[in-house]
């Protein structure tokens, strides 16, 4: 039943297998009539911007109950790169022997804003993945008492690998580091509990397993640091009562996570909206137990069919799996043909499920792959 009333609110699916989630979500029915709505408003001179303003702050409160935060540690920016770059950013010029630790290979959102602090004096340390994935091992070995942050992704875009964040943030903490998380291919797929994990900011993009479209995204930053902080770009949304800051000479600041906040995208901010209340409807505990239960299927149809993955161990399972195959571009034009979406990355056919797909399609694709 929960599956049916799902699909129900992703009518283009109908014929389609999408299992692209890890590039960009499917539009539901609710973001769509969000979209048309605020478009004809618009087209009329009757689009009401407060309330675009208001979609902003149900959206940064659902996000927040995602990742077991506060409204108050959430700001509004448009991506990832946005959110490592006001933290990079507020980090002073560096003392001798102060360093960041990353992963080298770190999606560039989360890898160039540490490069670039170079030029602030800071060693960045690179840290090869050992097999599939940077352990908490091998960070520990880069960081000491000068590293001054550490950058990880929760799940990572190529492979799928979840880093265990706990035992992450444990090394972040024993070494005073900052701990940087890029959730973009984990929230809303994946659980997250930044209080439990030890992150100190988290940062993710809506257009992939958050169900909202391009130019929406949170950073989200530990309560004890936001005095630490000063936001980069500050606007009119960067004050105390932004509705009535339009003007100096005054600069209030608010003192809560919105300082950081870049000025609202209105009309994906009013899909958004839409969107995470599908996560509302369904519980979010229920729609990450149905994102886990489809990742077992489709790794056990792969299995069946004698492909040549393998898969993780349950702990660094997410909903995103890398299939390894003799010719890729065999393997995407019978996807084509049965009017499969996915996606190649770094040679491997990339796999993303979500709660939106069905059990029969993950059975259909790892049938179509078979032992290619």
């Not at 933290?87 to 992963?103: C, F, W, Y």
């Not at 290979?105 to 670039?116: D, G, H």
């Not at 939106?356 to 059975?363: A, G, I, R, S, T």
Request: charged share 20%; glycine share 8%; with cysteine.
């Amino acid at each position: 039943m929960l599956a049916t009333d799902i699909r129900r609110l992703f009518p283009g699916l109908r014929d389609t297998i999408y299992l692209n989630t890890a590039s960009m979500n499917v539009g539901c029915t609710p973001a769509r009539e969000a979209y048309e709505l605020a478009l004809g408003r618009w087209s009329a001179g009757r689009f009401d911007w407060m309330e675009a303003e208001r979609a902003g702050e149900e959206a940064r409160a659902l996000f927040a109950e995602i990742i077991g935060a506060t409204a108050a540690e959430i700001a509004i920016v448009p991506a990832v790169s946005t959110a490592a770059g006001i933290v990079a950013a507020n980090l002073p010029t560096a003392r001798h022997g102060e360093n960041i630790v990353v992963a080298e290979n770190e999606f560039s959102s989360n890898y160039y804003p540490w490069l670039l602090l170079r030029e602030r004096g800071y060693v960045v340390r690179t840290v090869a993945p050992e097999g599939d994935g940077v352990s908490a091992e091998a960070l520990g070995r880069a960081a000491d008492s000068g590293t001054r942050l550490i950058a990880v992704s929760a799940v990572h875009s190529a492979n799928g690998y979840r880093a265990d964040l706990a035992a992450l943030g444990q090394v972040a903490a024993s070494s005073g580091a900052w701990f940087f998380v890029d959730a973009c291919q984990a929230a809303g797929a994946v659980p997250l509990d930044v209080v439990h994990d030890g992150v100190d900011f988290l940062a993710a993009a809506s257009h992939k397993f958050l169900l909202g479209s391009r130019g929406m995204g949170y950073l989200y930053v530990r309560h004890g640091l936001l005095d630490r902080l000063l936001p980069i770009v500050p606007g009119w949304k960067a004050a105390r009562t932004p509705a009535e800051s339009f003007y100096g000479p005054a600069m209030d600041l608010s003192p809560t996570a919105s300082k950081l906040d870049a000025s609202l995208a209105w009309f994906p901010a009013l899909a958004e909206q839409a969107a995470l209340g599908i996560f509302r409807q369904f519980g979010i505990t229920a729609l990450l137990d149905r994102n886990a239960q489809l990742a077992v299927r489709l790794q056990d149809a792969l299995a069946a069919e004698g492909s040549a993955f393998r898969p993780f161990p349950d702990r660094h399972r997410s909903t995103i799996f890398s299939v390894p195959v003799t010719d890729t571009e065999a393997v995407m034009a019978r996807f084509r043909r049965d009017n499969v979406v996915a996606s190649v990355r770094a040679g491997k056919i990339r796999l993303a499920v979500h709660f939106y797909n069905l059990e029969k399609e993950v059975d259909r694709v790892a049938e179509l792959i078979g032992r290619a």
